[in-house]
């Protein structure tokens, strides 16, 4: 089991930056690929990116493609999600994820592929 803390969130307003960090114990990091995905209320949990073990393919949703970028340091176990020109509809917990099948040569943007979980953060964009 990999566990997976969150930082970096806050409440900001619309157009600034925020860089969400995601810190990972457990064996294997550098093995997995790694997600992030966000929930805001009364919505289901949606994907935002995803980026494979070794850190050169990333993958988007259309609504932040442009704005977030994702990236990892697998010598500190940590993924990254640089987030700009942000809007209120972006407003979320923001959640990592890690998909512990190892050197997965497809990375999945849908939830059930994802086996652990940190405990999210709040995103909140003022408009």
């Known amino acids: 089991q990999v566990h997976l803390v969150e930082s970096g969130g806050g409440l900001v307003q619309a157009g600034e930056s925020l860089r969400l960090s995601c810190a990972a114990s457990g064996r294997g990091f550098s093995r997995f690929a790694m997600g992030w995905f966000r929930q805001a209320p009364g919505k289901e949990r949606e994907f935002v990116a995803a980026?494979?073990?070794?850190?050169?393919?990333?993958y988007y949703a259309e609504s932040v493609k442009g704005r977030f970028t994702i990236s990892r340091d697998n010598a500190k176990n940590t993924v990254y999600l640089q987030m700009n020109s942000l809007k209120p509809e972006d407003t979320a917990v923001y959640y990592c994820?890690?998909?512990?099948?190892?050197?997965?040569?497809?990375?999945?943007?849908?939830?059930?592929?994802?086996?652990?979980w940190g405990q999210g953060t709040q995103v909140t964009v003022s408009s």
């Open positions: 994820a890690a998909d512990r099948a190892p050197f997965r040569r497809v990375v999945f943007t849908s939830t059930p592929y994802y086996d652990d």
């Open positions: 980026i494979n073990w070794s850190g050169n393919k990333t």
